[in-house]
């Protein structure tokens, strides 16, 4: 048994209230089982209970067992003076204040409702990925829905917490942020810290004064990455080193990286920080280095995915790489691309900017922009599906996301809706 559990039954009240007593024998009415505290001090506040007739207000702490008590110092502690009810599943030793007065327990195994006892065991013990996937299918649709409606909220917004810290180190310069931001995501899992050392290195002003030269984005870009110290062979890198040393004595740009930072490795061609360093300089031309500006006016999701598919220059239709020929083609993002930077960049980019400047439309924007993208595909989808459970949209399948990981992982089946709802009303 854990305390959370024993917690959880005080707050929703899971309990038979009938004919309770207190461990001394005296009659207990539970008439508001408090406010409950998140900071330090007593489980719960401003409680309500009526014992042997007397009406007392005050405190509530809960323990697994009364003499976690004594375990945890509360008898030396001036914050538990005012507790009127020690609620705890087994009451195995007497417990005072630190005046010598004894403290009315309440002992729950005495009220507990086995079958719901026993089916939060039963979550607790599965070693199932999702521990209540055997009784999923007991929990309504809409209820699940709902769910992961709130969860996409908290997803951005933690997301949005994230990203505050960031702008307040670039001077709360939004297009630097959104660069950072776009950066660091098309890196990928391997490159996204380095990604985001490269727009730190380099000076945005400098990026937004050569917004219409693409060659000298890139030049910038590719010469800050460290990406340009070798000797090349073909006459377009070497075009932008030269670039690069003349910008680096205009600008005195700042140290660049190394480029051992970069990983190549187990990754697609397509995935090179060569590619996406390339495609991310094209963004800035074809936007005039103002992308969030831009896809700060535009409401409909086919103009934002337009906006942002930039063709990258035309030596990268046979390179992935500097200096190095490969196959000839067209390399665009594709649409499943650019909806997955909507979702991880610019919608949580919504969510920052309409919590800093008060505006909930953009909150709003943001979410009506999820509603309208398709339901990502990966592994965490992929396990969900196969429960019978598939993302309507993207909205949805973020808030899998955020249950799997913030949940489902941590066995928080308790704080869960989904885990409320079964511990309450399925059968065993």
Partial sequence: MK???????????????????????????????????????????????????????????????????????????????????HVVYQADKEVVKRNGSPIPHLELKNYCDPQ?????LLLMKSKNVIPCEKLLGKVDDFTFRHWLCRLLVCRMERKADDAIRFLQYFGNDWEQLCLFLLARYLGGKANASTFGLLIQRTPIEALMKNHDDLITLEALLFGQAGLLEKSFQEPYPIKLKNEYYYLGKKYDLPERLHKRLWKYSRMRPANFPDMRIAQ???????????????????????NICDMMRADVNAYWRAHYRLDSKSRHNIKKMGVATWHNILINVLVPLFFIYGKERNKASFVEHGLDLMAKIPGEQN???????????????AGESQGMIELYKQYCLARKCLKCSIGHQILKKTKS
């Fill in 116 to 120: 719901l006892e026993n089916r939060y």
């Fill in 280 to 302: 991310l300089a094209a963004m800035i031309h074809v936007n005039q280095g103002r992308l969030f500006s831009k896809v700060l006016t535009m409401n409909a999701l086919d």
């Fill in 3 to 85: 305390e959370d559990f024993v917690h959880y039954m005080w707050k929703h009240m899971l309990i038979h209230k009938q004919d309770m007593s207190t461990t001394d024998g005296s009659s207990l009415d539970v008439i508001s089982p408090g406010i409950e505290n998140h900071d330090a001090g007593p489980d719960f506040t401003a409680a309500r209970v009526r014992i042997d007739g007397t009406l007392w207000a005050g405190n509530v702490e809960l323990h697994v067992k009364s003499s976690y008590w004594y375990d945890h110092g509360h008898h030396k502690d001036e914050a538990y003076d005012n507790i009127i009810l």
């Fill in 379 to 393: 592994r965490i989808t992929s396990i969900w599906k196969s429960l019978g459970r598939e993302p309507a949209n």
